[in-house]
Each structure stands twice: as C-alpha cells, then as structure tokens.
C-alpha cells in the first residue's frame, strides 16, 4: 500500500472535543498531532483517552525500544488534561518521572491532554526534529498512556492517529491508512512507526514493497541516482538471501536530509529513522565513510527488532531493561550491515576493508578495555550514552564499542565457521536459521537467551561456543578480537597513506580533534599527552598558522624531515609536539599463503 501523501487535514486542536470521535468511540486512545508550527521548532497533540471516574496514572514513554536511552520527557510541555470542559489537576510522581497521577472526577468518561513538543538541534534529536522545511516525528514523543502497573500491555492499547502537515508538505510512515486516514493500531505499533514530512519530498519504489522516502533542505540533496537506487535494490536482494525470510509487509527508508536539524537513527520493524546530513545521499566522500549506515539499519528489521534479546523485550515502555545482548542486537547488526553494504556493491571490496581497517585499529587503541571487558559496555549502555561531553572516550569505553568491538566477534564467529566446516557452512546458515525462524512473518518479536544463541550456533557448527564467546566478552588487556581478521586472511598494519578521508591522528599523535580545533580525546603517554595537551584544550596554531586539520596532518609529515617539534599555540600559551614518526593510517594486507576467507565473505550470493 502506498503510504505517502500530502497534507491531512483536521479540526483545529483548540477546538477538538470528545464529542468529535469517530466510530472507534472511546474503544481506543485518539491522537491528533499538529505540525503546523514546526518552522518554530513546536509539535502540538491532543489525545482523547476513555476513563472510569477515580484514581489514574498515565505515563510518558520511557524506555524506547532501540534507543537503549530514556525518552525526551524533558522537552514535553505546556501539559493540560480536562474532562466534560473542566480542568483536571495533575501530579508528576515523586519517584518516576515518567509517570502522571489524576484523579477523574465522576460522570467524566473520556479525558482531553494538551501537550507541546520542543523538537531538539544539539546534540540529541530524540523524539523529533523540525526546520522550516521539513520534520520527524517519533509518536511517543507526544504519547501520554494509562498505565496500571508493570503488566499493562502496549500491545493491548488501541491508538487512532493522525497528524496535520504545513501546506504543501507530503509524508510519508510504515502505518497502515485507507483513503488517507490512518487505521487505529496498537500503542506499541504507533511508537514503531515514525513519520517523516516536508517541503520537499521525494519517493522511489527501489524494490517490490520497499520504498525509500526522503525529505530535505533543498530539492537538490533528494537528487539520488539510478545507479544508487540499483545498489538498494541489490541491498534488498541479498538481505533476502541473507535471511530467507522477511518480517514485514512493505519497509519504508525513512530519510531526513539536512544540516538544520540533528542526527540520529533509529530502527524499527516496517521502516528505519534515519536524519543525516544535507549531502548524505548526493556525496560521493559520504557514501564511501558511511555507506553502511542504511543496511545497518535495515538489518535491525530482523537483527534486533524481529530477533530480541529477551532483556530488551518489555510489555510496556516503563519497564526497565537489560542491556546486556547489545554485542549481538548491534555488534552482530554491525557485521552483516558492513558486509551486506559489499554483497550489494554500495561500497567496493577496498572501500569495505579499508573501513574494516578502522574498526580494527580503532579498538586496538582503546585504554579501556584494561578494565572495562566488553560486555560491560554494553550492559551499562544506558549511562554510556549519557555521558556528557565525551572526554576520554577511549579510556570510558563510551557508548559504541558494543557496535564495533562486537562486530568484531561475530567476524571472528563467521570465520571459525568456515575453518570449522572447510568452507562448506558460514555465518550465513546461522542468520537463516536463527532470523528465519517461523519464515515469512508480520512484524512481531521472537525473544532469545544466550543459550539460545549458541545452540543455533552449535545447530549450524558443534563447537565450544559458549566458551568462545564468554571469551571474547570479558577479554582484558590492550588487545582487540582480530582473530577474524587474521583467520580471514589478512593482518592490521599502518600505512603513511589512506584511501579514507580520515585524519589518523589517533595513530599518529595519540588523539583525536573536533571541530574548530578542540581536543576530543587522548591516549594516555602519547606525544600527545606528553605535549601537555587534554581534551577539551583547543588548537589555535600550529607552526604559526591557523590551525586546520590539513596544516596539523602537514606538520606530522614535515616533522618526518626534521628533528624540529611541532609548534602549537593553545589557548594562547606555547605548546610543542616531539613526533617525527609521519602520518599512520591502519591498513589490512593479505596474509601470504593463507586463504581469503574474507574475499568469499564478501561475494554476492545469487541464491
């Protein structure tokens, strides 16, 4: 079903009475959000929630299937609830945040809330983001609920939607509509199905009941080639390969291209929520870095959303959860997201090992991981990702490694496959058999155990997988898990040249800068650190002129030449850089003799 359209109309919010329901009547939770003013960075909703007279408790989203962080309850205001026209007080609960506590008083059978929505530009853009062309909407951002306790069911809930756009604009959502009105759904369907609108707004069906949809800044950054639509088309194709299953009707890419607003991506069962650059899909740099973003996210439609950890499987979304699978909800999405970007030919066979090299290099030079194990960084995701300004992320071991590290592990897990079996079985037959578990299914959650995991694992290969794994995840020490790379054929070196737009200054120096020059991160006895530098510090000159990632990466190589440190000028005092090693960039190379596991990984399949 075709589920694009332009504006949807409706009464005025102010004016919206519970005498105004429609058919559904008070069986289910009415939602009307107004994006009219989101150029001022504002959402409106009214709900019409059927009640009994007494006590009640209604509750904000908290734990957001996904985004493994609190929901945005700090950003929902100007909250009013009334009944029969009389306004009807309310108390947020001392202990919990998340909840609301009223009393409705008697002969009132349905109740009006009136909330605002303050869409974010730093730093988060949980819940949604707006310009004056274009906005995302997550539904729970707005969403108040009845809640009874920890057995309420989300699924149980009824929600009749809809939502009044800017003139002009168009939308697009994975929920189901007929004639342009959306169907009612469970609360838990609403909060999976996020909705993208704007100005300018374009649609390609790239396969069979797979669209991609994308608004944006400009009409130019919507300009994505035949040739690009090709490679999501073969994305499609060799993630049903893959999988051998699907767990969806139709999947909707959901793109928010624009430098206005801030980024972030989250997935779902039937679309994925992806807000990038302007540039995103236009620029040829961009796909090379991060090409691997879209089928990331498309995975997560079987790896994460389909395929749960059954700590992160809750009836409601007040319940905390147990972060602790993350290394396969997205260290494993990680994987088969990297190399379904190859199979599919959105990056080339170099461009995926370059961005391998990376991933290798990157966790090799990770102080953390003396004593933080990998598992811990994903069990304490939660606080991870509310870290403040990042400082020593390095030594933090701050929100990601659980992506990249674990990614890691399951090439390891890939590879020992292969050597197990003499190439006949690989990963693959396990993603088959664990992720088409039941075939082709609607969108639905199928729980898992880490015992589970490794009987399918056992299924495809009989190994000591539990000891494997139980390896990997609490391994301490400076080394990562390369055994994948190494066993697929190839080894980390460090070359003075890369194909990758990368600066390399944490192989080099010892650390990484941001943007306008500010030290970000640092890696303990480095030149670096020996330099007296500290994140947080800014970089104004080096060797006298305005600092620029390009001048610094020139000084290392001119250094090469010279006994001569590299002159800094930071926050207005002297600094120097006693390095004279040159650039450093990670690089595989092949192992001589050794077969190329890694090669066959990344083949297309054709059946």
């Known amino acids: 079903m075709?589920?694009?359209?332009?504006?949807?109309?409706?009464?005025?919010?102010?004016?919206?009475?519970?005498?105004?329901?429609?058919?559904?009547?008070?069986?289910?939770?009415?939602?009307?959000?107004?994006?009219?003013?989101?150029?001022?960075?504002?959402?409106?909703?009214?709900?019409?929630?059927?009640?009994?007279?007494?006590?009640?408790?209604?509750?904000?989203?908290?734990?957001?299937?996904?985004?493994?962080?609190?929901?945005?309850?700090?950003?929902?205001?100007?909250?009013?609830?009334?009944?029969?026209?009389?306004?009807?007080?309310?108390t947020r609960d001392p202990y919990d945040a998340y909840l609301y506590h009223l009393t409705v008083p008697q002969g009132v059978s349905a109740i009006r809330i009136q909330s605002d929505?303050?869409?974010?530009?730093?730093?988060?853009?949980?819940?949604?983001?707006?310009?004056?062309?274009?906005?995302?909407?997550?539904?729970?951002?707005?969403?108040?609920?009845?809640?009874?306790?920890?057995?309420?069911?989300?699924?149980?809930?009824?929600?009749?939607?809809?939502?009044?756009?800017?003139?002009?604009?168009?939308?697009?959502?994975?929920?189901?509509?007929?004639?342009?009105?959306?169907?009612?759904?469970?609360?838990?369907?609403?909060?999976?199905?996020?909705?993208?609108?704007g100005r300018n707004f374009r649609e390609v069906e790239v396969a069979p009941h797979h669209y991609l949809d994308m608004v944006a800044d400009t009409?130019?950054?919507?300009?994505?080639?035949?040739?690009?639509?090709?490679?999501?088309?073969?994305?499609?194709?060799?993630?049903?390969?893959?999988?051998?299953?699907?767990?969806?009707?139709?999947?909707?890419?959901?793109?928010?291209?624009?430098?206005?607003?801030?980024?972030?991506?989250?997935?779902?069962?039937?679309?994925?929520?992806?807000?990038?650059?302007?540039?995103?899909?236009?620029?040829?740099d961009m796909r090379a870095l991060y090409g691997n973003f879209l089928p990331h996210d498309f995975v997560h439609s079987w790896n994460g959303k389909y395929r749960r950890p059954a700590g992160l499987t809750a009836p409601n979304f007040q319940q905390a959860v147990?972060?602790?699978?993350?290394?396969?909800?997205?260290?494993?999405?990680?994987?088969?997201?990297?190399?379904?970007?190859?199979?599919?030919?959105?990056?080339?066979?170099?461009?995926y090992l370059a961005s391998l090299a990376e991933t290798a290099a990157r966790y090799s030079h990770r102080p953390g991981r003396?004593?933080?194990?990998?598992?811990?960084?994903?069990?304490?995701?939660?606080?991870?990702?509310?870290?403040?300004?990042?400082?020593?992320?390095?030594?933090?071991?701050d929100g990601f490694d659980f992506y990249g590290e674990g990614a890691l592990v399951w090439l390891d897990v890939d590879v020992t496959i292969r050597q197990l079996t003499a190439g006949h079985k690989s990963l693959d037959d396990f993603v088959a058999l664990f992720h088409g578990a039941g075939g082709d299914t609607s969108a639905k959650v199928l729980p898992y155990s880490f015992d589970d995991l490794v009987a399918a694992l056992n299924t495809v290969a009989p190994h000591d997988w539990r000891g494997f794994l139980q390896t990997r995840l609490h391994a301490l020490g400076p080394d990562a898990p390369l055994g994948g790379v190494t066993g697929g054929g190839y080894r980390l070196v460090y070359r003075p040249t890369s194909a990758r737009k990368a600066s390399g200054l944490l192989y080099s120096l010892g650390m990484e800068v941001g943007q306008g020059g500010v030290v970000a991160d640092l890696l303990p006895d480095s030149a670096a650190w020996r330099a007296g530098l500290a994140p947080g510090m800014k970089i104004d000159q080096v060797n006298g002129v305005a600092y620029t990632t390009a001048a610094l990466r020139q000084a290392i190589r001119d250094a090469q030449r010279t006994t001569t440190p590299v002159a800094l000028t930071v926050a207005g005092a002297a600094m120097t850089l006693d390095y004279h090693d040159g650039e450093r960039f990670?690089?595989?190379?092949?192992?001589?003799?050794?077969?190329?596991?890694l090669g066959d990984i990344l083949k297309p399949r054709n059946q």
């Not at 040739?227 to 893959?242: D, N, P």
């Not at 190859?342 to 461009?351: D, H, L, P, S, V």
Request: aromatic share 8%; glycine share 10%.
């Open 117 to 197: 929505f303050i869409t974010t530009d730093s730093g988060s853009a949980r819940g949604g983001v707006a310009s004056a062309d274009l906005a995302a909407l997550s539904w729970n951002s707005m969403l108040l609920y009845p809640y009874t306790g920890p057995q309420t069911q989300a699924g149980a809930i009824m929600v009749k939607p809809g939502v009044t756009l800017p003139a002009g604009w168009r939308y697009a959502t994975s929920l189901p509509q007929e004639d342009g009105v959306f169907k009612p759904v469970s609360l838990e369907q609403l909060v999976d199905s996020p909705l993208i609108a």
């Open 219 to 284: 009409p130019e950054d919507l300009a994505v080639s035949d040739a690009q639509i090709g490679q999501l088309r073969q994305l499609v194709g060799q993630s049903g390969y893959l999988f051998r299953s699907r767990h969806y009707g139709d999947f909707r890419f959901l793109m928010t291209l624009s430098d206005k607003v801030s980024g972030l991506a989250v997935d779902h069962h039937e679309s994925l929520d992806s807000r990038r650059p302007a540039k995103f899909m236009v620029d040829a």
């Open 586 to 597: 990670p690089v595989l190379e092949r192992i001589p003799g050794s077969p190329d596991l």
């Open 370 to 397: 003396a004593w933080r194990d990998l598992q811990d960084t994903a069990t304490m995701a939660m606080t991870l990702w509310q870290k403040g300004d990042g400082a020593y992320g390095s030594l933090r071991r």
């Open 322 to 351: 147990d972060t602790s699978g993350l290394w396969v909800y997205e260290g494993l999405t990680d994987y088969l997201g990297g190399v379904l970007t190859a199979r599919a030919g959105i990056w080339t066979r170099e461009q």
């Open 2 to 90: 075709h589920r694009s359209r332009a504006g949807l109309s409706c009464p005025d919010l102010h004016s919206w009475k519970v005498d105004m329901f429609d058919p559904v009547g008070l069986a289910a939770i009415t939602m009307m959000v107004d994006l009219r003013d989101a150029p001022h960075k504002l959402y409106h909703a009214v709900e019409l929630i059927p009640v009994a007279p007494g006590p009640l408790t209604l509750a904000y989203p908290q734990w957001l299937p996904s985004e493994h962080a609190p929901g945005p309850v700090e950003n929902h205001v100007g909250l009013t609830i009334s009944g029969d026209g009389q306004a009807i007080p309310w």
